[in-house]
């Protein structure tokens, strides 16, 4: 791939066709690419996986020219050299690829994407069971061993109330839900 930087990508794939794997249509990482599409004008066409390990393989392969995808599985080929990083779908730079600026600094304005994991639990369940495995989970988490095995392979370790994670989970449902709407996905 020639394009060095997102600017680089978005002309390149204005001039030549650009098969984007995504792991599945309405997945993270096909929402992220629509949102890139969508605010710099880029042109690809997505090819749907059943998988993310299918959608890297393909793109080491060459099969395909683009790829947006979590760190933990990504990592390994990029340290590798199988594939090469334009950028960052955080909101800041990630400390394992220090170098490698956001997509946001490469002109995306506000520009964050990423995966998460949240523990959810039935609605009504008694606050102070919600409380006491909160504070377990973040125990457990925030612990030495987790946090450094995590951190080795490119997890960024944080935690939030659970308050704090409604509040999260509510503006990523509507953030998202704007991107599939302009975006005109549909699921099937």
Known sequence: MPANDLQELVALSQKTKLDFAVTAIGSAPHLAGVAVEKATRAKWE???????????????????????????????????????????SKATRVPLLANVPTIAEQGVKGFESGTWQGVLVPAGTPNDIVARLSSELTRIIRSPEIRSRLSAQGAEVYTMSPTEFATFFERERKNWAGVVAQGGVKIE
């Open 46 to 88: 997505y090819i749907p996986y059943k998988g993310g390990s299918q959608a890297i393989g393909d793109t080491v392969a060459g099969q395909t020219q683009v790829l947006m995808n979590g760190m933990l599985a990504t990592l390994p080929h990029v340290q590798s050299g199988k594939l090469k990083v334009l950028g960052v």
